[in-house]
Protein backbone atom coordinates (compact mmCIF):
# COMPACT_ATOMS: atom_id res chain seq x y z
CA UNK A 1 0.00 0.00 0.00
CA UNK A 2 0.87 3.45 -0.60
CA UNK A 3 0.53 5.40 2.28
CA UNK A 4 2.58 9.35 1.41
CA UNK A 5 3.27 10.73 -2.39
CA UNK A 6 5.70 13.00 -2.91
CA UNK A 7 4.65 15.05 -5.97
CA UNK A 8 7.47 15.59 -8.05
CA UNK A 9 5.98 18.87 -9.87
CA UNK A 10 4.55 22.39 -9.09
CA UNK A 11 1.53 24.18 -10.68
CA UNK A 12 -2.01 22.87 -12.06
CA UNK A 13 -0.83 19.63 -12.08
CA UNK A 14 1.05 19.26 -8.47
CA UNK A 15 -2.30 20.77 -7.02
CA UNK A 16 -4.10 18.14 -9.36
CA UNK A 17 -2.26 14.73 -8.13
CA UNK A 18 -2.81 16.22 -4.59
CA UNK A 19 -7.00 16.43 -4.15
CA UNK A 20 -6.34 12.69 -6.41
CA UNK A 21 -4.38 11.84 -2.66
CA UNK A 22 -6.29 14.09 -0.46
CA UNK A 23 -9.48 12.05 -1.71
CA UNK A 24 -7.49 8.45 -1.51
CA UNK A 25 -6.78 9.45 2.29
CA UNK A 26 -2.66 9.49 1.22
CA UNK A 27 -0.72 11.66 2.67
CA UNK A 28 1.38 14.26 0.43
CA UNK A 29 4.74 15.78 0.52
CA UNK A 30 5.33 18.73 -2.31
CA UNK A 31 8.66 19.86 -3.29
CA UNK A 32 9.42 23.12 -4.96
CA UNK A 33 12.13 25.84 -6.10
CA UNK A 34 12.43 29.33 -4.08
CA UNK A 35 10.73 30.50 -6.66
CA UNK A 36 7.55 28.48 -5.79
CA UNK A 37 7.98 28.85 -2.11
CA UNK A 38 4.22 30.51 -1.56
CA UNK A 39 2.99 28.69 -4.12
CA UNK A 40 -0.48 26.70 -3.74
CA UNK A 41 0.49 23.48 -3.99
CA UNK A 42 2.95 23.92 -1.80
CA UNK A 43 0.22 25.11 0.49
CA UNK A 44 -2.30 22.49 0.29
CA UNK A 45 0.41 19.59 0.69
CA UNK A 46 1.20 18.07 4.48
CA UNK A 47 4.21 18.48 3.79
CA UNK A 48 7.06 20.51 1.82
CA UNK A 49 10.44 20.68 0.98
CA UNK A 50 12.27 23.23 -0.44
CA UNK A 51 14.74 21.54 -3.30
CA UNK A 52 16.74 24.01 -5.01
CA UNK A 53 16.86 27.63 -7.03
CA UNK A 54 14.62 28.40 -9.70
CA UNK A 55 15.63 26.86 -12.94
CA UNK A 56 14.30 23.77 -13.29
CA UNK A 57 17.55 21.80 -13.62
CA UNK A 58 18.54 22.48 -10.62
CA UNK A 59 15.07 21.80 -8.71
CA UNK A 60 12.51 20.29 -10.40
CA UNK A 61 15.01 17.56 -12.50
CA UNK A 62 17.26 17.20 -9.94
CA UNK A 63 16.73 13.71 -8.80
CA UNK A 64 19.39 13.84 -6.06
CA UNK A 65 17.38 16.39 -4.37
CA UNK A 66 13.99 14.86 -4.86
CA UNK A 67 15.49 11.45 -3.33
CA UNK A 68 16.82 13.03 -1.10
CA UNK A 69 13.31 14.54 0.17
CA UNK A 70 11.76 11.25 -0.25
CA UNK A 71 14.31 9.62 2.35
CA UNK A 72 13.67 12.88 4.70
CA UNK A 73 9.78 13.11 4.55
CA UNK A 74 9.44 9.06 3.84
CA UNK A 75 7.13 9.15 0.98
CA UNK A 76 6.75 5.48 -0.30
CA UNK A 77 6.02 6.78 -3.98
CA UNK A 78 6.42 9.66 -6.21
CA UNK A 79 3.89 10.83 -8.59
CA UNK A 80 5.67 12.63 -11.36
CA UNK A 81 2.98 14.52 -13.06
CA UNK A 82 3.58 15.55 -16.70
CA UNK A 83 6.63 17.15 -18.22
CA UNK A 84 10.08 17.57 -16.12
CA UNK A 85 10.38 13.82 -15.11
CA UNK A 86 7.48 11.93 -16.12
CA UNK A 87 8.97 9.97 -18.70
CA UNK A 88 12.85 9.97 -17.50
CA UNK A 89 13.16 6.15 -17.51
CA UNK A 90 16.35 6.36 -15.29
CA UNK A 91 14.22 8.71 -12.85
CA UNK A 92 11.70 5.44 -12.86
CA UNK A 93 14.91 2.98 -12.53
CA UNK A 94 16.49 5.34 -9.43
CA UNK A 95 13.21 5.39 -7.27
CA UNK A 96 12.99 1.86 -7.66
CA UNK A 97 16.28 1.06 -6.53
CA UNK A 98 15.64 3.16 -3.29
CA UNK A 99 12.24 1.36 -2.41
CA UNK A 100 10.26 3.87 -3.94
CA UNK A 101 6.77 3.38 -6.19
CA UNK A 102 6.98 5.75 -9.02
CA UNK A 103 3.77 5.88 -10.55
CA UNK A 104 3.99 5.50 -13.94
CA UNK A 105 4.75 2.46 -16.39
CA UNK A 106 7.99 0.50 -15.79
CA UNK A 107 11.36 2.08 -16.95
CA UNK A 108 11.45 0.16 -19.95
CA UNK A 109 8.37 0.58 -21.54
CA UNK A 110 9.22 4.45 -20.68
CA UNK A 111 12.57 3.89 -23.01
CA UNK A 112 10.80 1.88 -25.68
CA UNK A 113 8.13 4.72 -26.32
CA UNK A 114 10.40 7.51 -25.90
CA UNK A 115 12.94 6.56 -28.52
CA UNK A 116 10.36 7.56 -31.99
CA UNK A 117 11.70 4.70 -33.82
CA UNK A 118 11.40 2.17 -31.34
CA UNK A 119 7.97 3.28 -30.62
CA UNK A 120 6.72 2.46 -34.49
CA UNK A 121 8.21 -0.63 -34.46
CA UNK A 122 6.29 -1.64 -30.82
CA UNK A 123 3.42 -0.14 -32.26
CA UNK A 124 3.21 -1.94 -35.70
CA UNK A 125 4.43 -4.86 -33.89
CA UNK A 126 1.23 -4.73 -31.62
CA UNK A 127 -1.07 -4.38 -34.19
CA UNK A 128 -1.43 -0.31 -34.28
CA UNK A 129 -1.48 1.05 -38.02
CA UNK A 130 1.39 3.61 -38.27
CA UNK A 131 2.09 6.16 -40.50
CA UNK A 132 3.70 5.01 -43.92
CA UNK A 133 7.57 5.54 -43.57
CA UNK A 134 11.66 4.53 -43.44
CA UNK A 135 12.62 1.82 -41.73
CA UNK A 136 13.95 3.43 -39.22
CA UNK A 137 16.82 5.79 -38.84
CA UNK A 138 18.16 7.45 -42.28
CA UNK A 139 20.92 9.16 -43.49
CA UNK A 140 21.34 11.71 -46.02
CA UNK A 141 22.88 9.78 -48.50
CA UNK A 142 19.97 7.64 -48.47
CA UNK A 143 17.25 10.19 -48.17
CA UNK A 144 16.11 10.41 -51.77
CA UNK A 145 15.74 6.93 -52.45
CA UNK A 146 13.77 6.76 -49.14
CA UNK A 147 11.89 9.36 -49.85
CA UNK A 148 10.90 8.65 -53.62
CA UNK A 149 9.57 5.39 -52.10
CA UNK A 150 7.15 6.77 -49.37
CA UNK A 151 6.53 9.42 -51.80
CA UNK A 152 6.36 13.35 -51.72
CA UNK A 153 5.63 15.56 -49.75
CA UNK A 154 7.24 13.44 -46.70
CA UNK A 155 8.75 14.72 -43.43
CA UNK A 156 11.72 14.72 -41.71
CA UNK A 157 11.54 13.94 -38.10
CA UNK A 158 14.45 13.63 -35.17
CA UNK A 159 14.39 9.94 -33.63
CA UNK A 160 14.34 11.92 -29.37
CA UNK A 161 11.50 14.05 -31.04
CA UNK A 162 9.11 16.13 -28.77
CA UNK A 163 7.84 19.38 -29.07
CA UNK A 164 7.36 19.57 -32.86
CA UNK A 165 11.07 20.10 -32.65
CA UNK A 166 13.75 18.76 -35.49
CA UNK A 167 10.86 18.17 -37.82
CA UNK A 168 10.94 19.30 -41.60
CA UNK A 169 8.55 19.00 -44.91
CA UNK A 170 9.65 18.35 -47.78
CA UNK A 171 7.58 19.03 -50.76
CA UNK A 172 9.30 17.99 -53.43
CA UNK A 173 12.80 16.34 -54.24
CA UNK A 174 14.25 19.88 -54.58
CA UNK A 175 13.46 20.57 -50.77
CA UNK A 176 15.00 17.46 -49.78
CA UNK A 177 18.64 17.97 -48.99
CA UNK A 178 18.40 21.07 -46.55
CA UNK A 179 14.96 19.91 -44.80
CA UNK A 180 17.05 17.23 -44.08
CA UNK A 181 20.46 19.17 -42.84
CA UNK A 182 18.19 21.35 -40.98
CA UNK A 183 16.11 18.89 -39.00
CA UNK A 184 19.35 17.09 -37.92
CA UNK A 185 21.22 20.04 -36.93
CA UNK A 186 17.75 21.35 -35.03
CA UNK A 187 17.69 18.02 -33.40
CA UNK A 188 21.52 17.46 -32.15
CA UNK A 189 20.51 21.40 -30.74
CA UNK A 190 17.38 20.37 -29.11
CA UNK A 191 17.77 16.48 -28.17
CA UNK A 192 22.05 16.25 -28.27
CA UNK A 193 21.20 13.25 -31.06
CA UNK A 194 20.69 13.88 -35.24
CA UNK A 195 19.08 10.91 -35.96
CA UNK A 196 16.47 11.23 -38.21
CA UNK A 197 13.68 9.78 -40.13
CA UNK A 198 10.95 10.27 -42.90
CA UNK A 199 6.69 9.76 -42.82
CA UNK A 200 4.71 10.09 -45.46
CA UNK A 201 3.58 14.18 -44.87
CA UNK A 202 -0.28 14.22 -44.18
CA UNK A 203 -1.63 17.28 -45.45
CA UNK A 204 -4.93 17.63 -43.56
CA UNK A 205 -5.40 15.10 -40.71
CA UNK A 206 -6.66 15.58 -37.53
CA UNK A 207 -4.55 14.99 -34.10
CA UNK A 208 -6.86 12.20 -32.16
CA UNK A 209 -5.56 10.23 -29.23
CA UNK A 210 -6.64 7.40 -27.20
CA UNK A 211 -6.63 6.90 -23.02
CA UNK A 212 -5.75 3.75 -21.74
CA UNK A 213 -5.01 2.62 -18.29
CA UNK A 214 -3.33 -0.17 -17.76
CA UNK A 215 -2.74 -2.69 -14.47
CA UNK A 216 0.88 -4.11 -15.37
CA UNK A 217 -0.65 -7.78 -15.35
CA UNK A 218 -2.11 -7.98 -18.80
CA UNK A 219 -5.37 -6.09 -18.07
CA UNK A 220 -5.85 -2.77 -20.09
CA UNK A 221 -9.10 -0.52 -20.74
CA UNK A 222 -9.40 2.68 -23.18
CA UNK A 223 -11.38 5.72 -22.05
CA UNK A 224 -11.74 6.64 -25.66
CA UNK A 225 -10.50 9.30 -27.56
CA UNK A 226 -9.45 13.31 -27.70
CA UNK A 227 -9.18 15.87 -30.47
CA UNK A 228 -6.38 18.11 -30.35
CA UNK A 229 -6.20 19.33 -33.99
CA UNK A 230 -6.18 23.06 -32.47
CA UNK A 231 -2.35 23.64 -32.33
CA UNK A 232 -0.14 26.21 -32.55
CA UNK A 233 3.35 25.64 -33.52
CA UNK A 234 2.49 21.83 -32.51
CA UNK A 235 1.55 22.85 -29.12
CA UNK A 236 -2.19 21.60 -28.28
CA UNK A 237 -4.31 24.64 -27.35
CA UNK A 238 -8.10 23.45 -27.34
CA UNK A 239 -8.91 19.67 -27.08
CA UNK A 240 -12.44 18.26 -27.40
CA UNK A 241 -14.08 14.66 -26.24
CA UNK A 242 -15.27 13.24 -28.21
CA UNK A 243 -13.86 13.81 -31.15
CA UNK A 244 -16.22 16.13 -34.06
CA UNK A 245 -14.89 13.67 -36.64
CA UNK A 246 -15.27 10.05 -35.07
CA UNK A 247 -18.63 8.33 -34.60
CA UNK A 248 -19.27 5.45 -31.96
CA UNK A 249 -17.95 2.53 -34.28
CA UNK A 250 -14.95 4.33 -34.92
CA UNK A 251 -14.21 5.16 -31.43
CA UNK A 252 -14.78 1.91 -30.03
CA UNK A 253 -12.62 -0.09 -32.85
CA UNK A 254 -9.54 2.26 -32.39
CA UNK A 255 -9.64 2.24 -29.11
CA UNK A 256 -9.64 -1.86 -28.55
CA UNK A 257 -6.91 -1.92 -31.23
CA UNK A 258 -5.09 -0.07 -28.60
CA UNK A 259 -6.22 -1.44 -25.15
CA UNK A 260 -5.43 -5.22 -26.93
CA UNK A 261 -2.12 -3.69 -27.43
CA UNK A 262 -1.51 -2.27 -23.72
CA UNK A 263 -2.47 -5.92 -22.78
CA UNK A 264 -0.08 -7.76 -25.35
CA UNK A 265 2.67 -4.69 -23.85
CA UNK A 266 1.09 -5.55 -20.21
CA UNK A 267 1.55 -1.85 -19.77
CA UNK A 268 1.20 -0.34 -16.27
CA UNK A 269 -0.26 2.72 -15.58
CA UNK A 270 -1.85 5.42 -17.91
CA UNK A 271 -0.68 6.47 -21.25
CA UNK A 272 -1.76 8.20 -24.41
CA UNK A 273 -1.39 6.46 -28.27
CA UNK A 274 -1.36 9.68 -30.50
CA UNK A 275 -2.72 9.09 -33.99
CA UNK A 276 -3.14 11.33 -36.97
CA UNK A 277 -6.48 11.09 -38.96
CA UNK A 278 -6.79 11.30 -42.05
CA UNK A 279 -9.89 9.80 -44.89
CA UNK A 280 -11.10 7.60 -42.13
CA UNK A 281 -7.52 6.06 -41.50
CA UNK A 282 -5.55 6.45 -38.66
CA UNK A 283 -2.01 6.89 -38.49
CA UNK A 284 0.14 5.98 -35.32
CA UNK A 285 2.48 9.05 -34.49
CA UNK A 286 3.36 8.36 -30.70
CA UNK A 287 2.46 7.02 -27.39
CA UNK A 288 3.42 9.44 -23.73
CA UNK A 289 3.69 7.08 -20.94
CA UNK A 290 2.09 9.46 -18.72
CA UNK A 291 -1.24 11.04 -17.55
CA UNK A 292 -1.09 14.50 -19.85
CA UNK A 293 -2.27 17.92 -19.84
CA UNK A 294 -5.69 17.43 -21.65
CA UNK A 295 -6.44 14.36 -19.07
CA UNK A 296 -9.81 16.14 -17.85
CA UNK A 297 -12.13 16.09 -20.44
CA UNK A 298 -11.80 11.96 -20.67
CA UNK A 299 -12.89 12.30 -16.69
CA UNK A 300 -15.27 14.41 -17.60
CA UNK A 301 -17.33 12.43 -20.00
CA UNK A 302 -16.17 9.12 -18.30
CA UNK A 303 -16.44 10.32 -14.94
CA UNK A 304 -13.49 8.01 -14.03
CA UNK A 305 -10.56 9.90 -11.98
CA UNK A 306 -7.45 9.00 -14.09
CA UNK A 307 -4.80 9.83 -10.79
CA UNK A 308 -7.01 7.86 -8.61
CA UNK A 309 -6.58 4.78 -11.27
CA UNK A 310 -2.69 5.14 -11.72
CA UNK A 311 -2.45 5.04 -8.07
CA UNK A 312 -4.59 2.33 -7.65
CA UNK A 313 -2.33 0.51 -10.45
CA UNK A 314 1.11 1.30 -8.70
CA UNK A 315 0.36 -0.08 -5.31
CA UNK A 316 -0.93 -3.50 -6.75
CA UNK A 317 -5.01 -2.67 -6.62
CA UNK A 318 -5.63 -3.07 -10.15
CA UNK A 319 -8.14 -1.09 -12.48
CA UNK A 320 -11.53 -0.02 -10.80
CA UNK A 321 -13.25 -0.45 -13.99
CA UNK A 322 -13.89 -2.88 -16.65
CA UNK A 323 -14.16 -1.95 -20.64
CA UNK A 324 -17.72 -2.83 -20.37
CA UNK A 325 -18.89 -0.32 -17.28
CA UNK A 326 -16.99 2.30 -19.30
CA UNK A 327 -19.85 4.64 -20.37
CA UNK A 328 -19.07 7.92 -22.56
CA UNK A 329 -21.44 10.71 -21.46
CA UNK A 330 -22.21 14.12 -23.17
CA UNK A 331 -19.02 16.12 -24.84
CA UNK A 332 -15.98 17.94 -22.61
CA UNK A 333 -13.98 20.63 -24.18
CA UNK A 334 -10.93 22.14 -22.58
CA UNK A 335 -8.91 25.26 -22.96
CA UNK A 336 -5.81 25.85 -22.31
CA UNK A 337 -5.17 28.85 -20.07
CA UNK A 338 -1.27 30.19 -20.54
CA UNK A 339 -0.01 33.24 -19.12
CA UNK A 340 0.87 34.77 -22.70
CA UNK A 341 -0.31 37.17 -25.28
CA UNK A 342 -2.82 35.95 -26.93
CA UNK A 343 -1.99 37.30 -30.36
CA UNK A 344 2.06 36.85 -30.56
CA UNK A 345 2.01 33.85 -27.28
CA UNK A 346 5.22 35.93 -25.92
CA UNK A 347 5.21 34.78 -21.98
CA UNK A 348 3.55 37.15 -19.52
CA UNK A 349 4.68 36.49 -15.97
CA UNK A 350 3.80 38.87 -13.69
CA UNK A 351 1.58 39.27 -10.26
CA UNK A 352 -2.44 38.68 -11.02
CA UNK A 353 -4.15 41.39 -9.88
CA UNK A 354 -7.32 40.09 -9.74
CA UNK A 355 -8.86 36.26 -10.30
CA UNK A 356 -12.10 35.14 -10.60
CA UNK A 357 -12.85 31.72 -11.58
CA UNK A 358 -16.40 31.26 -13.30
CA UNK A 359 -18.45 28.28 -11.87
CA UNK A 360 -21.60 26.07 -12.44
CA UNK A 361 -23.04 22.79 -13.35
CA UNK A 362 -20.65 20.89 -15.79
CA UNK A 363 -17.33 23.89 -15.46
CA UNK A 364 -13.88 22.64 -13.80
CA UNK A 365 -10.83 24.86 -13.51
CA UNK A 366 -7.66 23.18 -12.40
CA UNK A 367 -5.25 25.85 -11.43
CA UNK A 368 -2.84 27.07 -8.77
CA UNK A 369 -3.52 30.50 -9.67
CA UNK A 370 -4.89 33.18 -7.37
CA UNK A 371 -5.59 36.94 -6.59
CA UNK A 372 -1.76 38.54 -5.66
CA UNK A 373 -0.06 35.43 -7.10
CA UNK A 374 3.33 35.97 -8.81
CA UNK A 375 3.83 33.71 -12.07
CA UNK A 376 7.74 32.87 -12.01
CA UNK A 377 9.61 33.82 -15.23
CA UNK A 378 11.10 30.22 -15.03
CA UNK A 379 8.48 27.58 -16.41
CA UNK A 380 5.98 26.87 -18.70
CA UNK A 381 3.48 29.33 -19.12
CA UNK A 382 0.30 27.16 -18.15
CA UNK A 383 -1.44 28.64 -15.34
CA UNK A 384 -4.74 26.59 -15.65
CA UNK A 385 -6.78 24.92 -17.61
CA UNK A 386 -10.35 25.34 -18.13
CA UNK A 387 -12.72 22.43 -18.80
CA UNK A 388 -16.45 22.20 -19.58
CA UNK A 389 -18.86 19.38 -19.94
CA UNK A 390 -22.46 19.62 -21.49
CA UNK A 391 -24.75 16.66 -23.03
CA UNK A 392 -24.34 17.22 -26.49
CA UNK A 393 -21.63 19.01 -28.01
CA UNK A 394 -24.00 22.42 -28.22
CA UNK A 395 -24.78 22.58 -24.78
CA UNK A 396 -21.01 22.35 -24.23
CA UNK A 397 -20.32 25.31 -26.55
CA UNK A 398 -23.30 27.38 -25.08
CA UNK A 399 -21.86 26.61 -21.58
CA UNK A 400 -18.22 27.60 -22.65
CA UNK A 401 -19.32 30.68 -24.10
CA UNK A 402 -21.12 31.85 -20.39
CA UNK A 403 -17.85 30.70 -19.09
CA UNK A 404 -15.19 32.27 -20.71
CA UNK A 405 -17.15 35.69 -19.99
CA UNK A 406 -17.46 35.31 -17.10
CA UNK A 407 -13.65 34.31 -16.38
CA UNK A 408 -11.38 37.32 -14.88
CA UNK A 409 -7.49 37.49 -14.63
CA UNK A 410 -6.09 40.43 -14.34
CA UNK A 411 -2.62 41.82 -14.41
CA UNK A 412 -0.96 39.84 -16.35
CA UNK A 413 -1.98 38.46 -20.25
CA UNK A 414 -3.86 35.61 -21.07
CA UNK A 415 -4.80 33.48 -23.88
CA UNK A 416 -8.34 33.39 -22.92
CA UNK A 417 -9.51 36.45 -25.42
CA UNK A 418 -8.20 33.75 -28.13
CA UNK A 419 -10.71 31.64 -26.97
CA UNK A 420 -13.49 33.76 -26.95
CA UNK A 421 -12.38 34.28 -30.87
CA UNK A 422 -12.93 30.85 -31.37
CA UNK A 423 -15.91 29.73 -29.40
CA UNK A 424 -17.84 32.45 -32.53
CA UNK A 425 -16.16 31.01 -35.11
CA UNK A 426 -18.36 29.04 -37.36
CA UNK A 427 -15.64 26.30 -38.43
CA UNK A 428 -15.46 25.12 -34.50
CA UNK A 429 -19.09 25.08 -34.40
CA UNK A 430 -19.04 22.86 -36.93
CA UNK A 431 -16.29 21.34 -35.60
CA UNK A 432 -14.71 21.14 -38.92
CA UNK A 433 -11.22 21.71 -38.04
CA UNK A 434 -7.81 19.93 -38.86
CA UNK A 435 -4.21 20.22 -37.57
CA UNK A 436 -3.31 23.01 -39.77
CA UNK A 437 -6.55 25.29 -39.20
CA UNK A 438 -5.44 27.20 -36.13
CA UNK A 439 -2.41 28.78 -37.51
CA UNK A 440 -4.40 29.34 -41.07
CA UNK A 441 -6.68 31.07 -38.74
CA UNK A 442 -4.33 33.18 -37.23
CA UNK A 443 -2.44 34.48 -39.92
CA UNK A 444 -5.51 35.63 -41.64
CA UNK A 445 -6.70 37.60 -38.80
CA UNK A 446 -3.64 38.87 -37.77
CA UNK A 447 -3.79 40.96 -41.09
P1 LIG B 1 6.49 15.71 -31.08
O1 LIG B 1 6.87 14.58 -30.18
O2 LIG B 1 7.67 16.54 -31.51
O3 LIG B 1 5.35 16.52 -30.54
P2 LIG B 1 4.73 14.17 -32.87
O4 LIG B 1 5.19 12.98 -33.65
O5 LIG B 1 3.84 13.93 -31.69
O6 LIG B 1 6.02 15.03 -32.45
O7 LIG B 1 4.00 15.17 -33.84
C1 LIG B 1 3.58 16.45 -33.41
C2 LIG B 1 2.67 17.08 -34.43
O8 LIG B 1 3.36 17.20 -35.72
C3 LIG B 1 1.41 16.30 -34.75
O9 LIG B 1 0.37 16.55 -33.84
C4 LIG B 1 1.10 16.84 -36.13
O10 LIG B 1 0.56 18.15 -36.00
C5 LIG B 1 2.47 16.97 -36.79
N1 LIG B 1 2.87 15.73 -37.51
C6 LIG B 1 3.57 14.67 -37.01
N2 LIG B 1 3.73 13.70 -37.93
C7 LIG B 1 3.12 14.13 -39.07
C8 LIG B 1 2.93 13.58 -40.39
N3 LIG B 1 3.42 12.38 -40.75
N4 LIG B 1 2.23 14.33 -41.29
C9 LIG B 1 1.74 15.55 -40.97
N5 LIG B 1 1.90 16.12 -39.75
C10 LIG B 1 2.57 15.43 -38.81
Not at 162 to 188: F, H, Q
Not at 235 to 264: F, H, T, Y
Not at 282 to 301: C, D, G, K, S, W
Request: proline content about 4%; aromatic content about 6%.
Amino acid sequence: MISKILIANRGEIALRVLRACKELGIATVAVHSTADADAMHVRLADESVCIGPPPSRDSYLNIHQIVAACEITGADAVHPGYGFLSENAKFAEILEAHDITFIGPTAEHIRIMGDKITAKQTAQELGIPVVPGSDGEVKPENALEVARKIGFPVLIKATAGGGGRGMKVARSEADLEEAVATARTEALAAFGNDAVYMEKYLSKPRHIEIQIVGDGAGNAVHLGERDCSLQRRHQKVWEEANSPALNVDQRMKIGQVCADAMKKLKYRGAGTVEFLYENGEFYFIEMNTRLQVEHPITEAITGIDLVHEQIRVASGGGLSVRQEDIVFSGHAIECRINAEDPRTFVPSPGTITHFHAPGGLGVRVDSGAYQGYRIPPYYDSLIGKLIVHGRTRVECMMRLRRVLDEFVIDGIKTTLPLFQDLINNQDIANGDYDIHWLEKHLAATSE
